[in-house]
């Protein structure tokens, strides 16, 4: 065990402050007789304290108020064997620095010493596991009582999710059976009406024929075609009747097939309301369609002349037509709800008191109150005339269907244009900027309803 007892291999120099002491062990090089200084510790300004233990060394060294303190534990044999110098560095009495370096002298451990530090040792250790074990039962019981919480608190919030899931679950099966309770009751409707105007129009045929037979002067040409007559008008009732069975069973069949997948059909048929107008009313969801953007195949870029009279198919994009807009909304009150999608996502704009002016007022807008999911972009649009790439009725300096395509109600231009060119870019293509921003929708049905 090196201490800092030492014996002066120089003049002894005795120190008023000391400023840094180093102990060094003396190695042989390998090489003859020569040997090497090894630091083994210092303490200095910079490193006033020093405690480590490393290479079966414990170092514990300090520097405090001019005076300097190293001790050197050693356990292995050969550095109990080795020689070590201490190097002192201060002022001496006349305040002058000096440097003393001396040979330190091993001294061996009390025993008392050994058995006082590893009791110290002991009790440290026995205080540092009851430490350790109270910091583990204390963490322990913390993660416990956070499971717990968290626990609870997934319950709640799967018993809240559970809840709300069989309410929505309630509310649509009471949505669909309403749904399915009203078509019902219409397709009754529609076919009566439907037998009844097959009736109608079996007796006008009937007296139409009477009554040219009647004009026949000829009797024998009247007693020839007579027979022809009869038996054309028995094979002529014969196969109407066959068509209007299949016709009725097919539909049977498809009404069923309806109802089966939770969907709301109506199927009305041909009137003829004022001037001739024909309006046909297809097989849609809800309501009657003005208009629908499915698939793109149709072009809707075109002139004055297509929009007022409609153009594409039913089975695909389609344009009703200005002109029976006008005449369906100058018959009674309307509401008009449009539907769209964009990103997968569906939404809805319901609009009362719909209705189309006549082509002299250039098939002005009148909509009224707004209420659905999309947000409301059609306002904005009310009381305008309709203009296409050939008419321009808006009030911008550009043309509005120039520029944005299709016929629409344009202002300054629009923010909405749902017949605008497919799936075109910002601000080009099928436009309803409360629902889609500046992009384009990729599904949009126009339809209309009396109420």
């Known amino acids: 065990m090196a201490t800092d007892r030492a014996q002066s291999s120089s003049s002894h120099v005795t120190f008023q402050n000391v400023s840094s002491l180093s ?31 490393a290479n079966g060394m414990k170092v514990v060294g ?33 305040g002058r620095e000096a440097v003393s370096t001396s040979s330190l002298v091993q001294q061996p451990r009390h025993r008392e010493n050994q058995v006082d530090d590893g009791k110290m040792i002991s009790s440290l250790s026995l205080q540092l596991l009851a430490s350790i074990q109270q910091l583990v039962t204390q963490s322990v ?49 529609q076919s009566d009406t439907f037998e009844r105007v ?25 007693f020839r075609r007579d027979s022809n007559c009869s038996i054309e008008l028995a094979q002529f009732r014969s196969d109407l009747k066959t068509m209007i069975s299949e016709t009725l069973g097919n539909h049977s069949l498809r009404l069923e097939d ?66 029976k807009l ?28 719909f209705a189309v002016g006549n082509e002299t007022e250039n098939y002005k807008l009148s909509i009224g109150r707004y209420f659905g999911t999309a947000g409301d972009s059609f306002s904005y649009h009310n009381g305008a005339p309709f203009s296409t790439i050939d008419r321009d009725n808006d009030v911008a300096p550009e043309k509005c269907a120039d520029k944005h395509g299709g016929g629409w109600w344009f202002k300054k231009c629009d923010t909405s244009n749902l017949n605008g060119n497919w799936r075109a870019g910002s601000d080009f293509g099928l436009e309803w900027t409360k629902f889609a921003g500046a992009d384009s929708v990729s599904y949009s049905e126009m339809k209309i309803r009396k109420v």
């Open 23 to 53: 102990v060094f062990k003396t190695v042989s090089t390998g090489v003859g007789a020569d040997t090497r200084d090894v630091l083994v510790a210092s303490v200095t300004p910079q490193e006033p304290r020093l405690m480590r233990v």
């Open 198 to 222: 097959v009736q109608n129009r079996l007796l006008l045929l009937e007296n139409r024929l009477e009554d040219k037979i009647d004009r026949n002067s000829n009797r024998n040409n009247f």
């Open 141 to 189: 019981a913390g993660l416990e009582d956070k499971m717990d919480s968290l626990e609870h608190q997934l319950d709640d919030k799967l018993e809240g999710m559970e809840h709300r899931l069989m309410k929505e679950l309630e509310q649509g099966e009471d949505k669909i059976d309403d749904k399915l309770r009203r078509f019902q009751r219409a397709s009754a409707d």
């Open 326 to 353: 006008h005449a369906i909304t100058s018959n009674g009150s309307y509401e008009l709800e449009v539907t769209m999608k964009f990103k997968g996502k569906k939404a809805y704009a319901r609009y009362a008191d």
């Open 258 to 323: 309806i109802q089966n997948q939770g969907l709301n059909a109506v199927v009305s048929q041909v009137k003829q309301i004022t001037n001739n107008t024909s309006l046909p009313m297809c097989t849609m969801r809800n309501n009657s369609a003005g208009t629908e953007r499915s698939t793109g195949n149709i072009d809707f870029n075109r002139l004055w002349d297509d929009y007022k009279t409609g153009f594409g198919s039913f089975y695909d994009d389609f344009w009703l037509g200005n002109d």
């Open 62 to 94: 300090s520097l405090d108020a001019g005076r300097a303190t190293v001790r050197v534990e050693l356990v292995k044999r050969r550095d109990c064997q080795s020689e070590f110098t201490c190097h002192v560095r201060g002022l001496d009495s006349q």
